[in-house]
């Protein structure tokens, strides 16, 4: 038990949809970040959010997007959604007030199936 | 830019034995953290074992220990008296500060009972 929280769990679009993701971190967690996970692969990082600002972005196109709220639960916005987009998303939270190396904790992710 | 390599796709070890997963690593960071993740089929990521770089002692948390090279860039994970619920897969991660984490690919641990 992390105390992130993602919701859905599981759903299904058809390609050229948008979808949104949600993410409530753990409780006085200022960071958010998001991954993909591709069946058989390493989660790839997304984008991370600190107080509400984006800190950092991999290498995924603009049609990604997020937004962390005052509370610092978050979401995650993909539109014109593809095939490839089909994975686990998973967003981890953490305290960070320095470059402090602190670590960070994982929710179940959203399993996304995009036909 | 940060890699993290696993070379093992799969390994199985004998219930009660010892087994140790590879992973190397390249960064151009001076200071950085390295991880192991542990994805059980329920898919959450569970932190292992975590190793500040400029520590020189390798972390241990109970039967997982490290093996951390830090001029060859590797970080090996070693679990003793493996337990049938240490089956899942295995991420070796790195990152620095509050960044973005890089995963390797993954090792999937088979435990024989």
């Known amino acids: 038990e992390t105390g992130v929280t993602q919701s859905p769990t599981h759903l299904i679009k058809t390609r050229g949809q948008q979808v949104t993701l949600r993410c409530s971190s753990q409780?006085?967690?200022?960071?958010v970040s998001w991954y993909q996970q591709a069946l058989g692969q390493g989660p790839q990082f997304i984008f991370q959010?600190?107080?509400?600002?984006?800190?950092g972005r991999g290498n995924f196109p603009p049609r990604f997007s997020g937004l962390q709220f005052p509370n610092y639960s978050s979401e995650l916005n993909v539109n014109a959604l593809e095939l490839d987009d089909s994975a686990l998303y998973l967003c981890?939270?953490?305290?960070?007030?320095?470059?402090?190396?602190?670590?960070?904790?994982f929710g179940e992710g959203s399993w996304l199936t995009v036909v | 830019a940060q890699t993290v390599t696993q070379s093992q796709p799969e390994m199985s070890v004998q219930e009660a034995e010892t087994v140790t997963l590879s992973c190397t690593y390249d960064?151009?960071?001076?200071?950085?953290?390295l991880f192991w993740y542990k994805q059980p089929p329920s898919r959450q990521m569970i932190l292992v074992i975590r190793?500040?770089?400029?520590?020189?002692q390798n972390a241990t948390e109970n039967r997982f220990s490290v093996n951390f090279q830090k001029a060859a860039k590797s970080f090996s994970l070693k679990i003793s008296d493996s337990q049938l619920g240490d089956a899942a897969m295995y991420f070796c991660?790195?990152?620095?500060?509050?960044?973005?984490?890089?995963f390797g690919k993954g090792t999937r641990l088979h435990i024989l009972p």
């Open positions: 981890a939270s953490s305290f960070s007030d320095s470059y402090s190396g602190n670590t960070i904790y």
């Open positions: 409780s006085g967690h200022n960071t």
């Open positions: 959010y600190y107080r509400e600002e984006e800190n």
């Open positions: 960064t151009s960071e001076s200071d950085y953290y």
């Open positions: 190793q500040e770089a400029y520590k020189q």
């Open positions: 991660a790195s990152g620095r500060g509050r960044d973005k984490i890089i």
